[in-house]
Each structure stands twice: as structure tokens, then as C-alpha cells.
């Protein structure tokens, strides 16, 4: 008895599995419907206390790294979002985090490495369609970015035209299009203010990436919140003056240690062109120790380690990456990933991590 009761449960349950496995197109399309309607509908913004916010669209450099994708770092600040740099994964990691690329407020580069542009082009693209935006999107960059911008807008000329002809004006007006491009010149002994308003300061100054001319870091602060970008640098007194005292430094962090196994095994491959590349490419970067040093010196609260190089595909290898520094920095440190969200709450002290993914 005991036997046929076990059994005819165990028929139950097939039955209803099979029931489900056969209604499972309906199933998903019905799941798929209330999470479409869900994602367009909510805005992500309005959940956020008022403060600073830092979302990682892409935590990596241009090797090819499965958890981190191009440079791109986003800013909330109050309801309006930043992008600073614009690396392949930008708008796709922006979506993935449940933001709207269509609200980005502006976009600032710190270089015109490939890697911190090759996004640029389907970022103003989603910026456009996403909220049928009838205003091109501000890039602002030091001297240069007219040739970036102009060359983007060049590649996606036809694309323009097909997509108007297709949506029509109405939904897509064509005046949307693009970017405008904004350059800025530098002061050696001060930052220049990029960008202003009643809550907001941005300002940019240059950093050390030679022979890379104009490369500059970034200043953010929102209310009484403030954070430092360092862009692509080797340790840099100019990021150091700008981080004094500022609640977090985002600064690019590339291991002498990792890169020389790379460059080892480069040699053995007999890749001797490779090996001297891995070699050169050290001398345009900052150590994760150097990084914090300069967390240090300027007392920033917390050093978050980013434009991640080489790739840290074993646990293991973050904590080669991170070795000492703990005893050179003692506030926290923690190593960026893509979906990394540290919010800043104004008239507060504290930094909450999380991910968005
Ligand atoms: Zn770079
Ligand atoms: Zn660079």
C-alpha cells in the first residue's frame, strides 16, 4: 500500500512536470512579459538616496577579461548620470544594471586609448533611441575629442538615416542623433571646472600617461560627497593634490607581478613581440601599491581598484594583485568588478557596496 502510494505520487509529479515542460513557451513569454513591463516602467533613480553613486559598467583594460569589460565608470549624482569613458561593454553593462542609457546626462573621456572610446558609438546610439532623446548627448574631453566625436558620427551617418526613415521623426527625431563633442583646455597647477550647477562640480586635470597627450583624471562632488577618477596614469602628484580628502579614489591599478607571467610565457611561446608589449605597457600604469600610497597620502576613505590589469580569472590571483597593500592603505580597499555599485549618501560618512548583477 505504502509502495502504491509513493508511486502514484511520483506519477503525480511527472505528470505535472510534463504538463509544465509542454506549456513552457506560454510560461516563459508570460514571465517574460511582466518583467519587460517592470524594467521599462521602473526607474532606477527613484529608489536612490539623494547622494553620489558609482555604478562599474566596465572595471577591465583592453585585455580580454570575462568579468570586466572596457573602462567605463557611471556617476549618479542627485538624479543626473555620468559616464566617464566609454569602453566596448558601456552600454550593455549599463543595461544589465538596469539603467537607462536614454538618461545619461553627459559623457567625459580621460584619454583616447581605443580601449576607454570603442564603446562611444553604441552609447550615443542607446542614449538616443532608448527615450527618443531629441538632443545629441555632450561628450566632453580635453583637445581631441572633436576627432573622436566627429569620427563616430562619420561611422553611424547611414545608420542615422536608416533609423529615421524606419521610426519616422516623431520617435526618433533625427536632430537626436550623436554627440556633441566639448573640449577643454588644461591648467598644470589647477583643475578646470568641466561642468556646474547648483549641487554639482566637475572638474578635470591632467595626469601622467606618457606619451599620451592630453590624458586627465576627474573630480566629482555632489553636495557634501566627493570622488576622484584618476584616468590611465603612473603614480601621479595631480591625482594625489585632487583625492586630498575625497570619500573615494577610483584609481586604474595594473600588477608588475601578473604582467611579468604573462611576459614569461610570452617568451616561452617564442611571442618575443608580445613579451615586449606586456614590458612596455608597465610603464604607463600604477601598481595596486602605488595606488595605495596615493590613497594614503591623500586620506581618502576608499580606494576602489579599477581599469583592472591583467585579468583575475582565480581567486587566487586577486589576493597577488593585492598583496601589501593593505599595510600601506588601511582604509578599504576593494578590487573593481563590472555590476560594482558604491553608493555615497549625502550628509552621511559611509560608502555601502553592492552589485548589481
Ligand atoms: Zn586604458
Ligand atoms: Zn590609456
Known amino acids: 500500500m505504502r509502495l502504491k502510494k509513493t508511486t502514484l505520487t511520483w506519477m503525480v509529479l511527472g505528470l505535472v512536470a510534463a504538463g509544465l515542460y509542454m506549456a ?18 521602473s526607474d532606477p533613480l527613484r529608489g536612490l538616496p539623494d547622494g553620489l553613486h558609482v555604478a562599474i559598467c ?4 583592453p585585455m580580454p577579461d570575462e568579468q570586466r569589460g572596457g573602462p567605463c565608470t557611471m556617476v549618479i549624482a542627485g538624479q543626473q548620470i555620468f559616464v566617464f569613458d566609454a569602453g566596448n561593454t558601456s552600454a550593455r553593462n549599463i543595461n544589465k544594471m538596469g539603467f537607462n542609457a ?8 580621460t584619454h583616447y586609448h581605443s580601449d576607454h572610446i570603442d564603446g562611444l558609438g553604441e552609447l550615443m546610439l542607446q542614449r538616443w533611441v532608448s527615450n527618443s532623446n531629441a538632443e545629441p548627448v555632450k561628450v566632453h574631453g580635453p583637445i581631441g575629442v572633436e576627432t573622436v566625436v566627429n ?6 551617418s547611414l545608420d542615422r538615416g536608416y533609423r ?3 521610426h519616422g521623426d516623431a520617435v526618433l527625431p533625427n536632430k537626436g542623433f550623436g554627440a556633441i563633442a566639448k573640449s577643454f583646455a588644461l591648467q598644470d597647477d589647477k583643475a578646470t571646472v568641466v561642468f556646474e550647477n547648483a549641487d554639482t562640480r566637475i572638474t578635470a586635470f591632467s595626469v601622467s600617461h606618457a606619451p599620451i597627450h592630453p590624458a586627465v583624471g576627474y573630480q566629482i562632488r555632489y553636495k ?5 577618477i584618476s584616468g590611465d596614469t603612473t603614480p601621479s602628484a595631480h591625482v594625489q593634490r585632487e583625492a586630498q580628502g575625497v570619500d573615494l579614489l577610483v584609481h586604474e591599478a595594473m600588477s608588475t607581478d601578473l604582467m611579468a607571467l604573462i611576459q614569461e610565457g610570452a617568451h616561452e611561446a617564442q611571442r618575443d613581440k608580445l613579451a615586449q608589449l606586456m614590458k612596455d605597457i608597465l610603464n604607463y600604469h600604477t601598481t595596486p601599491q602605488e595606488a595605495a600610497d596615493i590613497a594614503s597620502k591623500a586620506q581618502v576613505n576608499f580606494l576602489l581598484l579599477n581599469h583592472v590589469a591583467p585579468p583575475l580569472p582565480l581567486p587566487g590571483l586577486v589576493d597577488v594583485f593585492l598583496k ?3 599595510d600601506i592603505f588601511k582604509g578599504k580597499i576593494q578590487v573593481a568588478k563590472d555590476g560594482d555599485f558604491l553608493s555615497l549618501p549625502a550628509g552621511q560618512k559611509i560608502i555601502q557596496t553592492s552589485s548589481r548583477y
Do not use: E
Not at 224 to 228: E, L
Open 24 to 41: 513552457r513557451a506560454p510560461i516563459s513569454m508570460a514571465i517574460a512579459k511582466r518583467v519587460a513591463t517592470q524594467r521599462l516602467s
Open 324 to 326: 601589501g597593500t593593505s
Open 164 to 166: 529615421v526613415a524606419h
Open 58 to 61: 566596465g572595471a577591465g583594460s
Open 151 to 156: 569620427g563616430f558620427l562619420q561611422a553611424y
Open 224 to 228: 557634501d560627497r566627493s570622488m576622484v
Open 102 to 109: 536614454g538618461n545619461i546626462h553627459s559623457i567625459f573621456l
